[in-house]
């Protein structure tokens, strides 16, 4: 893997550890709702890069990294919801939105690379 899927993915990996970190501020009510969704879509972003770059084809590999770039989507949402329901403090959700932009940028330049070397 080459250095700028290496930087990505230690960024993905040091956002899922901070959105599990975070969660732990929530409501103990929403651990089985919005808890539960976050972590799962917050995995789904890395576990879904690594796959991709696992398989051989390429049509594979961007099919993985569309559905990790799904799941950044809806990670976002979550996040906003919470801020907006108070799990969250908005502190936390500026400086989390931030990171997950980088790494959206960052995805969608590998998605847009792959896209354009099927095109050849």
């Known amino acids: 893997m080459d ?5 990505l993915k230690e960024k993905m990996d040091a956002f899922v550890s901070e959105v599990f970190l975070i969660s732990k501020l929530f409501p103990k009510e929403e ?9 799962r879509a917050a995995l789904s972003i ?3 890069y690594i796959e991709g770059y696992a398989r051989f084809k390429k049509g594979n590999q961007l099919n993985f990294l569309e559905i990790s770039y799904g799941s950044l989507k809806e990670v ?12 969250l ?5 500026r400086d989390l939105m931030v990171r997950l932009d980088e790494i959206g940028a960052m995805l969608w330049t590998e998605i847009a690379s792959l896209t354009a ?4």
């Not at 250095?3 to 930087?7: A, D, I, L, Q």
């Not at 996040?79 to 108070?86: A, H, N, T």
């Not at 403090?89 to 959700?93: A, I």
């Open 76 to 87: 976002k949402y979550l996040l906003y919801f919470s801020m907006k329901q108070k799990f």
């Open 3 to 7: 250095r700028y899927k290496e930087r």
């Open 117 to 120: 070397s099927l095109k050849e």
């Open 46 to 48: 890395i576990l879904n």
């Open 89 to 93: 403090p908005e502190q936390n959700y």
């Open 31 to 39: 651990i089985y709702i919005t808890v539960a969704q976050l972590k």
